[in-house]
T-cell receptor, first 111, second 112 residues
Framework: QQQVKQSPQSLIVQKGGISIINCAYE??????FPWYQQFPGKGPALLIA?????SEKKEGRFTISFNKSAKQFSLHIMDSQPGDSATYFC??????????FGKGTMLLVSP | SQTIHQWPATLVQPVGSPLSLECTVE??????LYWYRQAAGRGLQLLFY??????ISSEVPQNLSASRPQDRQFILSSKKLLLSDSGFYLC???????????FGNGTRLTVT
């Protein structure tokens, strides 16, 4: 029940295209859903996060869509750029608990 | 502003040798501190976390231990490294309460 399932494992998108990464969860008590971006050799960095009282949050080219009834949330990267090539992790937690991470998606944006 | 420091950035150690990785956080007090391990091409595995000095919770029983001798210092140790201890070790922190988690830049450990 604590798992967060992330897909796809890897993704190749052409420059200018839309990258979509999906996550699903079981624990309905989760109330915080962040996405992290990790470049090779670096620690993950918080990219964007959402709470379940909204269905969408947008920051620049990055958008989280949240579907509470389906227990799913996704990251959309609009106008994908080669500099977006990285590993992306979704995560979830309840209040003061530790984060449960998905297994990550390696995104490659081809020039 | 808050910053997190991890060192060393890379480390090559022989099997059976001891390990000490250090992490410090600046600009905050009484943070929650975490150690994660990331195997090559894999996800993030939580190893230990601490909500206060001397308070350590272990998520995975293994060859490692953690200590928190000071409020903003978190240390990952091993008495005898195994080949399977190789990986990318990440320290992370967040303020107590409902706040975001922030990672350091990690230590790449290779056990030979």
């Amino acid at each position: 029940q604590q798992q967060v399932k992330q897909s796809p494992q890897s993704l190749i998108v052409q420059k200018g295209g839309i990258s979509i990464i999906n996550c699903a969860y079981e624990n309905t008590a989760f109330d915080y859903f962040p996405w992290y971006q990790q470049f090779p050799g670096k620690g993950p960095a918080l990219l964007i996060a959402i709470r379940p009282d909204v269905s969408e949050k947008k920051e620049g080219r990055f958008t989280i869509s949240f579907n509470k009834s389906a227990k799913q949330f996704s990251l959309h990267i609009m106008d994908s750029q080669p500099g977006d090539s990285a590993t992306y992790f979704c995560a979830a937690r309840t209040g003061y608990s530790t984060l449960t991470f998905g297994k990550g998606t390696m995104l490659l944006v081809s020039p | 502003s808050q910053t997190i420091h991890q060192w060393p950035a890379t480390l090559v150690q022989p099997v059976g040798s001891p390990l000490s990785l250090e992490c410090t956080v600046e600009g905050t007090s009484n943070p929650n501190l975490y150690w994660y391990r990331q195997a090559a091409g894999r996800g993030l595995q939580l190893l230990f976390y601490s909500v206060g000095i001397g308070q350590i919770s272990s998520e995975v029983p293994q060859n490692l231990s953690a200590s928190r001798p000071q409020d903003r210092q978190f240390i990952l140790s091993s008495k005898k490294l195994l080949l399977s201890d190789s990986g990318f070790y990440l320290c992370a922190w967040r303020d107590s309460g409902n706040s975001p988690l922030h990672f350091g830049n990690g230590t790449r450990l290779t056990v030979t």
